[in-house]
């Protein structure tokens, strides 16, 4: 639980921001007339509905299992996220890219520059609060492994999501800085349109990220390694099983997993004995793993273990 209690507080943070951030920027946007500006308040308003959807996502996730979803609803946060990450690219990049374009046809000086850079310096502040408290948020579940790893093993789009989001919106604000500085020193308006292109580009490289993740999570990935590894041992280590054989491990949701172990039991078992084995494979294992919402056990020899590996192994590459 407090897992999922830290990545609401962290989308909760970021969309209060967003939603101030948002605001100030277009009113900016309307007594400067900098096309930068005005991206980056579309930047913020796709934002704090990406912000939006990702809280709805993981309310729905948390619905109990039903007779049309039996393993719960986790992937609704999956689905969400890659809604999200069409936003981004769709309205975001594609709103920045076409005002960027129109101000360099037609460049227009920018008035009263130093509302944008007070607006901007806010947003820096705000901005920052949020990606500090998503990145620290990272940080906790990531332990040992790299950024770009643990973004890539991360089960929980919702806290890697933000974090993305927020490193974009702080790149997109030194770009706006560097457009309407320019622009105003150099007395070329069309520099400030060239900084709404740079804008999309920083959004669409983002929404990419954001694409492929959610599209791995959303079609099916394995939980991670160490809960396979998990598996395996406790069911090695119960005394009515000969071969652990393999496991198979399917995340459903941020904290929902299923698992598929295939064993040999002992020959000498009769089928209660065998019953309770598995009875106590599977209590271990939901007490070394409290988001395993299923585990399968299907008894198997290793041979024909292999067997039906190299079978499902000649599939794949068939397909």
């Known amino acids: 639980m407090a897992k999922k209690s830290g990545s609401r507080i962290v989308v909760h943070v970021a969309l209060a921001g967003n939603l101030l951030i948002a605001a100030s920027k277009f009113v900016a946007a309307a007594y400067t007339g900098s096309s ?17 959807l990702l ?12 007779q049309t979803h039996p393993f719960g609803h986790g992937r609704e946060l999956y689905f969400w996220s ?46 920052g609060g949020s990606w500090w408290m998503a990145l620290r948020e990272f940080r906790v579940r990531k332990g040992r ?50 900084a709404s292109i740079g804008i999309a580009v920083i959004l669409a490289i983002s929404a ?16 991670h390694p160490k809960v396979r590894e998990s598996i395996l041992a406790i069911a090695q280590g119960d005394a009515g099983v000969r071969k652990a054989n393999d496991v198979l491990t399917m995340q459903m949701g941020p904290n929902q997993v299923v698992a598929a172990l295939s064993a040999e039991f002992e020959d000498a078992l009769t089928i ?22 299923a585990l399968f056990v299907k008894p198997q020899t290793a041979e024909t273990w292999r067997e039906r590996r190299k079978i499902r192994e000649r599939n794949s590459d068939a397909s």
């Not at 005002?99 to 705000?126: C, K, N, Q």
């Not at 990419?208 to 939980?223: H, Q």
Request: charged share 20%.
């Open 208 to 223: 990419t990220l954001l694409a492929r993740e959610s599209k791995g999570l959303l079609i099916g990935e394995p939980a």
């Open 145 to 194: 492994l790299g950024y770009f790893e643990a973004f890539r093993q991360s089960k929980d789009p919702s806290t890697f999501t933000v974090l993305l989001e927020d490193s974009a919106a702080l790149i997109g604000l030194l770009i706006a800085f560097a457009g309407i500085l320019g622009a105003q020193v150099f007395d070329a308006p069309w520099l400030d349109g060239s």
């Open 82 to 127: 890659f809604i999200v990450a069409l936003l981004v690219l769709a309205v975001g990049a594609g709103v920045s890219l076409f005002e960027g374009v129109m101000h360099l046809r037609a460049p227009t000086p920018i008035t009263d520059p130093w509302i944008s850079y007070v607006v901007l310096g806010i947003s820096v502040v705000f901005e």
């Open 36 to 52: 930068a500006m005005w991206s980056e308040g579309v930047h913020s308003l796709v934002d704090s509905v990406n912000e939006l």
């Open 272 to 293: 209660p004995e065998v019953e309770a084995c598995i009875g106590r494979i599977e209590n271990a294992a939901r007490e070394a793993h409290a988001e395993i919402i």
């Open 55 to 66: 809280l709805y996502g993981i309310h729905r996730a948390k619905a109990p299992p039903d």
